[in-house]
């Protein structure tokens, strides 16, 4: 993989991290108790759902 490459991939990785985070903290409080997310939790998820 070229360098240029590598950093595009790993900017658009970042982005959709930036993406599922805001989308995570936006959830309203009594959805997120109904899918047991915690709000601490949504930068673990977030890094989870992108990089796996």
């Given at each position: 993989?070229?360098?240029?490459?590598?950093?595009?991939?790993?900017?658009?990785?970042?982005?959709?991290?930036?993406?599922?985070?805001?989308?995570?903290?936006?959830?309203?409080?009594?959805?997120?108790?109904?899918?047991?997310i915690?709000?601490?939790?949504?930068?673990?998820?977030?890094?989870?759902?992108?990089y796996?």
């Amino acid at each position: 993989m070229s360098l240029i490459t590598h950093l595009r991939s790993a900017m658009e990785k970042r982005a959709a991290y930036r993406r599922t985070l805001n989308e995570l903290r936006g959830i309203p409080a009594h959805l997120a108790d109904d899918l047991n997310i915690h709000p601490g939790d949504a930068e673990r998820l977030a890094h989870l759902a992108v990089y796996g």
